[in-house]
């Protein structure tokens, strides 16, 4: 059967279960979720109380109902509170609910989760759905819920020892329980006041109530925080928000960055991944710098082209065509470590370790014999191209103001000039110092198209690489029915 939670961004919807039916659950720890999947993203958005009223999805928030109720019909543990399997439930209703427009109605999932982890003396996880928990009330406005997400806040503050929060709080729900004629959360409340006072006279300001040996601000109270997914929305194409990290992978890094843009669009320009710390949203950035650096060099050459005397733009195309190819290095060694399960990867071989020094031009093609192995091949050309651009950039950056002769003739230009004169590039004449003959729109055209056709050229091995071992993967299946059929028409 299809996973039951799956919805518009994660694929087709599954079939609708009784309410009786807990259903098969994609594995989520409430506590922590270091995900190695990545997701580009057309633009960030500020989520202002405006938005919180956004368009229901009510089929997902249907099945995320069910989800809650399952949750609540489980047994409970002795200490009253949610048993692993309902609090794994909550998290995922919660999921669905904050996606799909019924973040009125997340509290509910929250609250019995904050209370799950204070049991288990797990405070900063139990603060951080305690946060989410207040913010979600807040923005629904129903009195009833303000009081149980203040109800709750107190009593882990009172848990953290932080007195002053707890007393705060616990006023807070003691007045909205007696407008609400509610004498038993009244009663409650008015304890929770009491605790307060006394963690407050009693606490001691060491170490975290939480037993570590770690000051409170630098341990758990970190999680005191406004919930960073309620926060900040993540758009990928258009209007489409990225999904949860608990209801969608994501894609593999060296997937994201082999990707060509797409026509008429342009390259993304960073990478996202999810992180839950200790329940806590983390969003993390990766800037896709070849992306950017390209770009910046394509904007250089056309200034080059219009203020054909000037040396300035030519040497921001050079730098920056030779930047897009060693973030594209760079990138491609960090993805190339974190994925280690890549089918397209070699498994079967120890990985090359990428981390010494080397020649950025050597180590690109290192990376490439890795990843590609034989069937990784150049024209002779373009690897001089290549090798030239970066020793070029080395010396126009790098210069201690080497002498050199400079006369009508430039009988002896240098190794720079020599190789871009062969290459058929347009230098200004001499006499000049190099660095002026060289710096033309021309040498920034070539610079530009020598960065960009080395990024073309590993996309395109790569795009081979995925399609081979995806007919490999179709090619074996087959042959593994047609070996099953044959078996058993020998056993008929």
């Given at each position: 059967?299809?996973?039951?939670?799956?919805?518009?961004?994660?694929?087709?919807?599954?079939?609708?279960?009784?309410?009786?039916?807990?259903?098969?659950?994609?594995?989520?720890?409430?506590?922590?979720?270091?995900s190695?999947?990545?997701?580009?993203?057309?633009?960030?958005?500020?989520?202002?109380?405006?938005?919180?009223?956004?368009?229901?999805?009510?089929?997902?928030?249907?099945?995320?109902?069910?989800?809650?109720?399952?949750?609540?019909?489980?047994?409970?543990?002795?200490?009253?509170?949610?048993?692993?399997?309902?609090?794994?439930?909550?998290?995922?209703?919660?999921?669905?609910?904050?996606?799909?427009?019924?973040?009125?109605?997340?509290?509910?999932?929250?609250?019995?989760?904050?209370?799950?982890?204070?049991?288990?003396?797990?405070?900063?996880?139990?603060?951080?759905?305690?946060?989410?928990?207040?913010?979600?009330?807040?923005?629904?406005?129903?009195?009833?819920?303000?009081?149980?997400?203040?109800?709750?806040?107190?009593?882990?503050?009172?848990?953290?020892?932080?007195?002053?929060?707890?007393?705060?709080?616990?006023?807070?729900?003691?007045?909205l329980?007696?407008d609400?004629?509610?004498?038993?959360?009244?009663?409650?409340?008015?304890?929770?006041?009491?605790?307060?006072?006394?963690?407050?006279?009693?606490?001691?300001?060491?170490?975290?109530?939480?037993?570590?040996r770690?000051?409170?601000?630098?341990?758990?109270?970190?999680?005191?925080?406004m919930?960073?997914?309620?926060?900040?929305?993540?758009?990928?194409?258009?209007?489409?928000?990225?999904?949860?990290?608990?209801?969608?992978?994501?894609?593999?890094?060296?997937?994201?960055?082999?990707?060509?843009?797409?026509?008429?669009?342009?390259?993304?320009?960073?990478?996202?991944?999810?992180?839950?710390?200790?329940?806590?949203?983390?969003?993390?950035?990766?800037?896709?710098?070849?992306?950017?650096a390209?770009?910046?060099?394509?904007?250089?050459?056309?200034?080059?082209?219009?203020?054909?005397?000037?040396?300035?733009?030519?040497?921001?195309?050079?730098?920056?065509?030779?930047?897009?190819l060693?973030?594209?290095?760079?990138?491609?060694?960090?993805?190339?470590?974190?994925?280690?399960?890549?089918?397209?990867?070699p498994?079967?071989?120890?990985?090359?370790d990428?981390?010494?020094?080397?020649?950025?031009?050597?180590?690109?093609?290192?990376?490439?014999?890795?990843?590609?192995?034989?069937?990784?091949?150049?024209?002779?050309?373009?690897?001089?191209?290549?090798?030239?651009?970066?020793?070029?950039?080395?010396?126009?950056?790098?210069?201690?103001?080497?002498?050199?002769?400079?006369?009508?003739?430039?009988?002896?230009?240098?190794?720079?000039?020599?190789?871009?004169?062969g290459?058929?590039?347009?230098?200004?004449?001499?006499?000049?110092?190099?660095?002026?003959?060289v710096?033309?729109?021309?040498?920034?055209?070539?610079?530009?198209?020598?960065?960009?056709?080395?990024?073309?050229?590993?996309?395109?091995?790569?795009?081979?690489?995925v399609?081979?071992e995806?007919?490999?993967?179709?090619?074996?299946?087959?042959?593994?029915?047609?070996?099953?059929?044959?078996?058993?028409?020998?056993?008929?």
């Amino acid at each position: 059967m299809a996973p039951y939670l799956e919805n518009e961004a994660t694929g087709p919807a599954a079939p609708r279960a009784p309410s009786s039916f807990v259903p098969v659950l994609p594995p989520a720890d409430p506590r922590h979720l270091f995900s190695k999947g990545w997701f580009g993203a057309e633009r960030l958005e500020d989520t202002s109380p405006a938005a919180f009223h956004a368009m229901v999805d009510r089929n997902a928030c249907e099945r995320a109902g069910k989800l809650t109720e399952s949750a609540l019909s489980l047994p409970a543990r002795p200490d009253g509170t949610v048993s692993d399997e309902a609090a794994r439930l909550h998290l995922l209703a919660a999921e669905l609910k904050r996606l799909n427009g019924a973040q009125r109605d997340v509290a509910v999932d929250y609250i019995p989760l904050a209370r799950y982890f204070l049991a288990s003396r797990e405070i900063g996880t139990a603060i951080a759905y305690m946060r989410k928990a207040l913010h979600v009330a807040d923005l629904a406005g129903d009195r009833t819920g303000r009081m149980a997400a203040k109800l709750l806040a107190a009593e882990v503050y009172v848990a953290a020892e932080q007195g002053v929060k707890g007393r705060e709080l616990a006023a807070e729900a003691a007045s909205l329980a007696h407008d609400l004629k509610d004498g038993v959360s009244q009663a409650k409340a008015e304890r929770l006041m009491e605790a307060s006072t006394k963690c407050s006279a009693s606490r001691s300001l060491r170490y975290c109530p939480c037993g570590k040996r770690a000051p409170y601000l630098q341990c758990c109270g970190l999680a005191d925080e406004m919930p960073g997914e309620y926060l900040v929305k993540v758009f990928r194409k258009g209007s489409t928000l990225a999904a949860s990290p608990y209801l969608s992978r994501g894609a593999w890094g060296l997937d994201l960055l082999m990707m060509p843009p797409e026509t008429g669009h342009e390259e993304l320009r960073t990478f996202y991944s999810w992180r839950i710390e200790d329940g806590a949203h983390r969003l993390l950035a990766y800037p896709n710098w070849t992306a950017r650096a390209l770009a910046s060099a394509r904007k250089m050459v056309q200034f080059a082209e219009i203020d054909v005397h000037g040396t300035e733009a030519p040497a921001s195309a050079i730098l920056q065509a030779a930047c897009a190819l060693e973030a594209f290095e760079t990138a491609w060694k960090l993805f190339h470590k974190q994925d280690s399960g890549h089918p397209a990867l070699p498994q079967n071989r120890p990985k090359k370790d990428f981390t010494e020094k080397s020649r950025i031009a050597d180590s690109l093609n290192s990376l490439s014999v890795e990843t590609f192995g034989e069937a990784w091949t150049r024209e002779a050309g373009d690897k001089a191209d290549t090798a030239a651009l970066f020793e070029l950039r080395n010396a126009l950056v790098h210069s201690v103001g080497d002498a050199e002769q400079i006369s009508p003739e430039a009988r002896d230009p240098n190794e720079h000039v020599r190789y871009l004169l062969g290459r058929g590039l347009n230098l200004r004449p001499a006499p000049a110092p190099w660095a002026d003959r060289v710096l033309t729109p021309s040498v920034a055209r070539w610079a530009l198209e020598v960065a960009t056709k080395h990024v073309t050229d590993v996309r395109f091995a790569y795009a081979s690489l995925v399609r081979k071992e995806a007919a490999d993967e179709v090619s074996d299946g087959i042959l593994q029915d047609i070996e099953e059929e044959n078996s058993v028409l020998a056993r008929e």
